[in-house]
Nanobody
Framework: VQLQASGGGLVQPGGSLRLSCAAS????????IAWFRQAPGKEREGVSC????????YYVDPLEGRFTISRDNARNTVYLQINSLKPEDTAVYYC?????????????????WGQGTLVTVSS
């Protein structure tokens, strides 16, 4: 397994959640890793990406600062912290890796995908 996503669950609006993406050593060292999400009836969209240089990009609500992407080198894991959760954040969240050091928003360029973890925001 190249990527394994976890950390989803049921959260009330306004709450927080941290998603984890555990990667193989090779992927972690050489691929940019991103988070995508797919809500029911909608296309999969990019949420955030972290390059191998440690530079994060944010594609959803970039000015609100609700998402933070980070990495733990000792654990080969990329995290996505989501704060101030909204019902519209409800989706299956996937982590994916692209065979390049820099990020891209295009999901078609990603080589490996994790299995997805469901985030439900509801009261």
């Amino acid at each position: 397994v190249q990527l394994q996503a976890s950390g989803g669950g049921l959260v009330q609006p306004g709450g927080s959640l941290r998603l984890s993406c555990a990667a193989s050593q090779f992927i972690f060292d050489n691929y940019a890793i991103a988070w995508f999400r797919q809500a029911p009836g909608k296309e999969r969209e990019g949420v955030s990406c972290l390059s191998t240089y440690g530079v994060g990009q944010y594609y959803v609500d970039p000015l609100e600062g609700r998402f933070t992407i980070s990495r733990d080198n000792a654990r080969n894991t990329v995290y996505l912290q989501i704060n101030s959760l909204k019902p519209e954040d409800t989706a299956v969240y996937y982590c994916a890796s692209v065979r390049r050091g820099t990020c891209t928003r295009s999901r078609h360029q990603y080589d490996y995908w994790g299995q997805g973890t469901l985030v439900t925001v509801s009261s």
